[in-house]
């Protein structure tokens, strides 16, 4: 699988119009949520607000984990498995 260095951003469609938004800010209030403020690009429209950016759950967990960010494990994670998995030694390639 090839992972690509640039970040893919989706727009945040205008709450009234639905046209996109640009971001104007972000504040992070810590590493597991921030706030940004989206301008409407729809010149009829011009609404601006301001959204929460917040990881709900996890679906491929961290290999470098921080201790202090508590983030619900998805459903679909087989917590045995993973627990097997982590106690593995690392295969070399
Ligand atoms: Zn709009």
Do not use: W
């Amino acid at each position: 699988m090839r992972v690509s260095d640039k970040p893919t951003i989706k727009r945040i469609p205008c709450p009234h119009c639905g046209h996109i938004t640009r971001i104007r800010k972000t504040r992070e209030y810590s590493r597991a949520y921030r706030e940004i403020t989206c301008q409407c690009l729809n010149e009829k429209c011009g609404c601006t607000f301001v959204a929460s950016v917040e990881p709900v759950r996890i679906l491929v967990p961290s290999a470098i984990p921080d201790p202090t960010v508590h983030i619900p494990l998805s459903e679909h994670i087989n917590v045995k498995q993973l627990a097997l998995s982590l106690n593995e030694p690392k295969k070399r390639a």
